[in-house]
């Protein structure tokens, strides 16, 4: 087994397209040996926020290689037979293409629901105040803290609420669009034709030219790729539902808070009527 180093982000992306290296194989970095996801964050470029964009990337780099053999070759041939071996002539789309761009909108959603968040705790607090300052001034002197400034201010609450839901119920309808598509790519035939060596290629048929000899590692490197950005859009998709699960669950406690606020004041009433 290879020690495979590379200092070079471009030497390792052309090593990966052209079949060279393997991405289940380990790499070496600081004579130790990491996989080749951790390999990819130690570059500066790449983090955990844009890695899905980083392997999309490298996806595209080798379909566009694989499309190259195709137009110029037997490879197309090499596909229909191992679908025939399959009995699956549907011709499933082995190379889809992917809109990720709502997955770019993370950071952003993360922010909106900081600012949410922010905005609910100092009105919260405004609640605590009002149980203090509502034993001290009747409600039309309590201005910002009266039921009715109170009520407009949930009303700004759930406003706020159901815009940021609204946003984030279009990412993830697209985002469930694309993983429709992912989960609709048969990895039984990329697996498959990633153990088509060059010479079934010849086999098949000897009209074959510039068929790179590594090109089972080539379908290899797409399927091991597709399934780690596979793996992360199904990350970044459960990041959203949980950021929508919150922002809803604080929505509907503020809601309880200015229900429970005028139940108190309905009962200081009482308690005032009965001294008359």
Same mark, same amino acid.
């Given at each position: 087994?290879?020690?495979?180093?590379?200092?070079?982000?471009?030497?390792?992306?052309?090593?990966?397209?052209?079949?060279?290296?393997?991405?289940?194989? !380990? =790499?070496?970095?600081?004579?130790?040996?990491?996989?080749?996801?951790?390999?990819?964050?130690?570059?500066?470029?790449?983090?955990?926020?844009?890695?899905?964009?980083?392997?999309?990337?490298?996806?595209?780099?080798?379909?566009?290689?694989?499309?190259?053999? /195709?137009?110029?070759?037997?490879?197309?041939?090499?596909?229909?037979?191992?679908?025939?071996?399959?009995?699956?002539?549907?011709? /499933?789309?082995?190379?889809?293409?992917?809109?990720?761009? !709502? @997955?770019?909108?993370?950071?952003?959603?993360?922010?909106?629901k900081k600012n949410y968040l922010d905005f609910l705790n100092k009105l919260e607090e405004k609640f605590s105040e009002q149980k203090i300052y509502s034993k001290m001034l009747p409600e039309n002197e309590l201005e910002?803290?009266?039921? =009715?400034?109170?009520?407009?201010?949930?009303?700004?609450?759930?406003?706020?609420?159901?815009?940021?839901?609204?946003?984030?119920?279009?990412?993830?309808?697209?985002?469930?669009?694309?993983?429709?598509?992912?989960?609709?790519?048969?990895?039984? @035939?990329? =697996?498959? @034709?990633?153990?088509?060596?060059?010479?079934?290629?010849?086999?098949?048929?000897?009209?074959?030219?510039?068929?790179? !000899?590594?090109?089972?590692?080539?379908?290899?490197?797409?399927?091991?790729?597709?399934?780690?950005?596979?793996?992360?859009? /199904?990350?970044?998709?459960?990041?959203?539902?949980?950021i929508k699960e919150d922002v809803i669950k604080k929505c509907k406690n503020i809601n309880e808070l200015l229900g429970e606020t005028q139940s108190s004041r309905i009962k200081d009433k009482k308690q005032e009527n @009965?001294?008359?």
């Amino acid at each position: 087994m290879e020690n495979y180093d590379y200092k070079d982000y471009k030497s390792l992306i052309e090593d990966i397209i052209n079949g060279k290296y393997v991405i289940n194989q !380990p =790499l070496k970095l600081d004579n130790n040996k990491v996989s080749f996801l951790g390999y990819l964050l130690n570059y500066s470029h790449i983090n955990k926020s844009n890695i899905h964009k980083i392997l999309l990337s490298i996806l595209n780099k080798i379909k566009t290689e694989l499309f190259k053999h /195709n137009i110029k070759n037997n490879n197309s041939k090499m596909i229909e037979h191992v679908q025939k071996e399959w009995n699956n002539e549907e011709n /499933n789309d082995l190379f889809c293409n992917f809109d990720f761009s !709502p @997955l770019n909108n993370l950071g952003e959603h993360i922010q909106n629901k900081k600012n949410y968040l922010d905005f609910l705790n100092k009105l919260e607090e405004k609640f605590s105040e009002q149980k203090i300052y509502s034993k001290m001034l009747p409600e039309n002197e309590l201005e910002e803290y009266s039921i =009715l400034e109170l009520r407009n201010s949930i009303d700004d609450i759930n406003n706020k609420c159901s815009k940021i839901v609204n946003i984030l119920d279009r990412d993830l309808n697209l985002i469930e669009a694309e993983k429709y598509k992912i989960n609709n790519i048969d990895l039984s @035939l990329l =697996l498959d @034709l990633s153990m088509k060596h060059i010479n079934l290629y010849q086999q098949l048929s000897e009209e074959i030219n510039n068929v790179s !000899p590594n090109i089972h590692n080539s379908y290899m490197n797409y399927t091991l790729v597709f399934n780690l950005l596979k793996k992360q859009i /199904n990350h970044i998709h459960q990041i959203i539902l949980d950021i929508k699960e919150d922002v809803i669950k604080k929505c509907k406690n503020i809601n309880e808070l200015l229900g429970e606020t005028q139940s108190s004041r309905i009962k200081d009433k009482k308690q005032e009527n @009965l001294f008359f």
